[in-house]
């Protein structure tokens, strides 16, 4: 069975730095992509960065671009998303997901990040 | 950028009808469109890929047609299960794009 449990949120500070990850297993975790997106209160799903098999490439929304930064550790069967520079705006449920061919067909619950002084 | 357009942003429709949600592309993105269906509190979960191919354990009910620049998703008859919020996503190019969503609920 596939799985994936993100950990690491919570509530911090504006000007803050929080490190989510995301915990894979049930499948071959470096033959797939991996995306985070996130989700404001009461908003719509946004796409925030994805990163290849290997992590040889990543990509970002222009949002979070110089902030937040995608990585993965596959003999860990993890992946990870820096988050510096912590603004309000950035309080959102964030989710992992795997990346299939054409959509993200297995995601995580989500984890909370709060922004609040 | 490409944007995804959605409309209606919110249906109200009875068990039963038939509901055509419509996705539109500020360009053309192939069929290199996904669709999800949201309820509150939980994750997404890939309803169709590629336009049109039903994502495994989804009901047939559920249908997607389109390509180049619109799209529609469309329910044939609406089950109580499937009250909740609908998006589309491109995946033809990064930066890769939600639709902003459409809620249908219980008339």
């Known amino acids: 069975e596939v799985q994936l449990v993100e950990s690491g949120g919570g509530l911090v500070q504006p000007g803050g730095s929080l490190r989510l990850s995301c915990a894979a297993s049930g499948f071959t975790f470096n033959r797939y992509s991996m995306t985070w997106v996130r989700q404001a209160p009461g908003k719509g799903l946004e796409w925030v960065a994805n990163i290849k098999q290997d992590g040889s490439e990543t990509y970002y929304v222009d949002s979070v671009r110089g902030r937040f930064s995608i990585s993965r550790d596959n003999a860990k069967n993890s992946l990870f998303l820096q988050i510096n520079s912590l603004r309000a705006e950035d309080t959102a449920v964030y989710y992992c997901?795997?990346?299939?061919?054409?959509?993200?067909?297995?995601w995580g619950q989500g984890a909370l990040v709060t922004v609040s002084s | 950028d490409i944007q995804l357009t959605q409309s209606p942003s919110f249906l109200s429709a009875s068990v039963g009808d038939r509901v055509t949600i419509t996705c539109r592309a500020s360009?053309?993105?192939?069929?290199?469109l996904a669709w999800y269906q949201q309820k509150p509190g939980k994750a997404p979960k890939l309803l169709i890929y590629a336009a049109s191919t039903l994502q495994g354990g989804v009901p047939s009910r559920f249908s997607g047609r389109g390509s180049g620049t619109e799209f529609t998703l469309t329910i044939s008859s609406l089950q109580p299960e499937d009250f909740a919020t609908y998006y589309c996503?491109?995946?033809?190019?990064?930066?890769?794009?939600f639709g902003g969503g459409a809620k249908v609920e219980i008339k």
């Open positions: 360009q053309g993105i192939s069929t290199y």
């Open positions: 997901a795997r990346v299939a061919l054409w959509g993200n067909d297995f």
């Open positions: 996503q491109q995946l033809h190019s990064y930066p890769l794009a």
